[in-house]
């Protein structure tokens, strides 16, 4: 059966996000499945979080196979969620698409109007864009209302970028290395003398210095601890797989034999 191929009898759903759509509607009809008519916004909402994870995950591996079918797991839920607000009459496709639409428009007069593209002050006049937009937002400051739930790494990097919309920023990189430099020097300073809570408090600033240091030059903290999470995990395996077959007992080895065994990982991965 070919990868658009259906059941023979089975209604047939245009390959576009209104086939999507068809499909919800048809499967929260009354003779449609009970599961999906049980299924609230919120109820949805895990779902949704982790097919958005999954996507990330396959694009970040470049497997194109698998980023085709989490994608279509993404949207099967952007269109879930539409559908259950088009039968409580509270926003519809036409909504969506006409509010982002218009959105990206605005936020886009260097295409759609006659500004000039601003090269690296493009992402302030992004922000300035979108505060313009909400001034009932304007009391929550620059930084805005940045929905608590973001995590704490990708909250620290949005934060920073809306400061530095208003010039609030190093001129360069070279700054903000320098502050990571400072703040692992108190950091250092209370891992010897202070207090537990002194100490986090200037790790917390490390880390967010770390951040600052990377938004500068052009690299996300969350993609990028992601991918170091992988390496650690894929050479970990590794250096498992090889003590096994050595019959080495990782639990009882020293710290010696297993550092020996992590570095030829590492270097099998260079050959």
């Given at each position: 059966m070919s990868e658009f191929e259906r059941p023979a009898g089975s209604p047939a759903f245009e390959p576009r996000f209104e086939g999507v759509l068809e499909l919800l509607r048809r499967l929260r009809g009354p003779d449609g499945c009970p599961w999906d008519r049980e299924q609230t916004p919120r109820s949805l909402l895990p779902y949704l979080i982790e097919e958005a994870h999954e996507v990330a995950h396959a694009i970040e591996a470049g497997d194109d196979?698998?980023?085709?079918d989490e994608l279509g797991d993404l949207l099967l839920h952007l269109a879930f969620q539409i559908v259950i607000a088009e039968e409580e009459?509270?926003?519809?496709m036409e909504a969506v698409a006409g509010g982002l639409i218009a959105k990206m428009v605005r936020r886009h007069p260097h295409v759609f109007g006659d500004a000039e593209y601003q090269g690296q002050g493009h992402q302030a006049m992004w922000e300035r864009l979108k505060r313009e937009e909400k001034p009932a937002e304007n009391d929550a400051g620059v930084i805005g209302e940045l929905p608590e739930h973001?995590?704490?790494?990708?909250?620290?990097?949005?934060?920073?970028?809306?400061?530095?919309s208003i010039g609030f920023?190093?001129?360069?990189?070279?700054?903000?290395?320098?502050?990571?430099?400072?703040?692992?020097?108190?950091?250092?300073?209370?891992?010897?003398?202070?207090?537990?809570?002194s100490l986090e408090e200037e790790f917390g600033d490390l880390l967010f210095a770390l951040v600052n240091w990377g938004r500068l030059l052009g690299i996300h903290p969350d993609t990028a601890l992601r991918r170091a999470n992988r390496k650690f995990e894929s050479r970990f395996r590794g250096l498992e797989a090889l003590a096994?077959?050595?019959g080495i007992d990782v639990e009882r080895s020293s710290l010696d034999v297993l550092d020996g065994l992590w570095n030829e990982v590492k270097s099998s991965e260079k050959e």
């Amino acid at each position: 059966m070919s990868e658009f191929e259906r059941p023979a009898g089975s209604p047939a759903f245009e390959p576009r996000f209104e086939g999507v759509l068809e499909l919800l509607r048809r499967l929260r009809g009354p003779d449609g499945c009970p599961w999906d008519r049980e299924q609230t916004p919120r109820s949805l909402l895990p779902y949704l979080i982790e097919e958005a994870h999954e996507v990330a995950h396959a694009i970040e591996a470049g497997d194109d196979r698998s980023a085709t079918d989490e994608l279509g797991d993404l949207l099967l839920h952007l269109a879930f969620q539409i559908v259950i607000a088009e039968e409580e009459a509270r926003f519809d496709m036409e909504a969506v698409a006409g509010g982002l639409i218009a959105k990206m428009v605005r936020r886009h007069p260097h295409v759609f109007g006659d500004a000039e593209y601003q090269g690296q002050g493009h992402q302030a006049m992004w922000e300035r864009l979108k505060r313009e937009e909400k001034p009932a937002e304007n009391d929550a400051g620059v930084i805005g209302e940045l929905p608590e739930h973001l995590p704490t790494l990708v909250r620290a990097y949005r934060m920073q970028e809306k400061a530095a919309s208003i010039g609030f920023d190093w001129p360069d990189a070279a700054g903000a290395r320098l502050k990571v430099g400072e703040e692992l020097v108190e950091t250092d300073a209370e891992a010897g003398a202070g207090t537990a809570e002194s100490l986090e408090e200037e790790f917390g600033d490390l880390l967010f210095a770390l951040v600052n240091w990377g938004r500068l030059l052009g690299i996300h903290p969350d993609t990028a601890l992601r991918r170091a999470n992988r390496k650690f995990e894929s050479r970990f395996r590794g250096l498992e797989a090889l003590a096994a077959e050595r019959g080495i007992d990782v639990e009882r080895s020293s710290l010696d034999v297993l550092d020996g065994l992590w570095n030829e990982v590492k270097s099998s991965e260079k050959e």
